[in-house]
């Protein structure tokens, strides 16, 4: 029971995609344990894709806030006052009020610090077509590039194991039991069933994506929108790794990427 129990947590570390994102939202406005405080708070873990959209978004709105690293272990515990939710990111406002899932979450800051103007648009269909798009498509590619050979999924998992804060035992078993978990099980049979190389996925998803903007320079026109930050948080994830190189060498993509980077305030 010990082992399977572990194996799932090693399974969940070090990015999970693949959500519907159906159960986001507010979760409570309770000012629990965990609840009220002077600046709003982000739970988070260093390498999960889906809080890098949200540190992304703070960063662009320069809302200052703290950010509490959970132990990658123990999620379920240390998130348990934003109710049976498990995941990070999870989002407290100063008064108490806790947001889950990473859209919803970003939706949230928009609306309350920036008057929804990152979500608001002309075209909306276009907009929840491509903020579906990036939610699906990009988050499930970090996965395969991250994990997607044996030497790749080595050195991710090494990675991992510094950046995240794990218990003394919990390290050392990620570091060597992550590994075959995330290649072998994962990484692998989502290569094979996509069909193409890792860089390839991500090369024709930058380049559907950027074609998308129909010779802006942001998919929200002159400036980014929220699909821009959240297919960003996405690309940022793969920055602390060395795969990060194989998505440089995407002219576009990458010009891009530069440019919402260069909106941030960090
Ligand atoms: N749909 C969620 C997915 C969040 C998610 O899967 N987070 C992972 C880390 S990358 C997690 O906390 N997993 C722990 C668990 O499932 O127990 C979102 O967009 O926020």
Redesign the pocket.
């Known amino acids: 029971m010990v082992f399977v129990g572990t194996v799932k947590r090693l399974m ?1 570390v070090g ?3 693949g ?1 519907t ?1 159906r159960n ?1 939202g507010v979760r409570d406005r309770s000012m629990g344990q965990n609840g009220a405080g002077v600046l709003p708070r982000l739970h988070m ?1 260093h390498t ?3 809080c890098w959209k949200i540190r992304s978004l703070a960063e662009h709105l320069d809302i200052e806030h703290e950010r509490i690293q959970v132990n990658a272990m123990k ?2 515990k240390e998130l348990k006052f934003a109710g049976d939710w ?4 999870v989002w407290t406002e100063a008064d108490g009020e806790v947001v889950v ?3 919803p979450i970003m939706k949230h800051i928009d609306s309350k610090y920036n008057e929804g103007k990152l979500w608001s648009s002309d075209d909306e269909q276009r907009r929840d077509e491509w903020m579906e798009w990036v939610d699906t498509k990009l988050s499930k590619a970090t996965i395969p590039i991250l994990y997607g050979g044996f030497f790749s999924a080595l050195k991710t998992t090494r990675r991992v194991s510094q950046l995240e804060t794990f218990g003394f035992f919990s390290k050392r078993i990620y570091a060597w039991a992550g590994f075959p978990i995330m290649w072998g099980f994962i990484a692998r049979s989502r290569v094979k069933k996509d069909g193409r190389k890792p860089k390839q996925l991500w090369h024709d998803l930058l380049t559907e994506f950027t074609n998308e903007f129909g010779g802006n320079a942001f998919f929200g026109g002159s400036e980014p929108d929220l699909v821009d930050f959240a297919a960003f948080g996405y690309m940022r994830s793969i920055s602390p790794f060395p795969q990060f190189s194989q998505l440089e060498d995407h002219a576009s993509g990458m010009a891009w990427y530069r440019r919402v980077e260069a909106t941030l305030n960090v």
């Open positions: 969940m990015t999970v995609a959500d994102f986001g873990l999960c894709p889906f999620t379920k498990g995941k990070v990111p899932d990473s859209t």
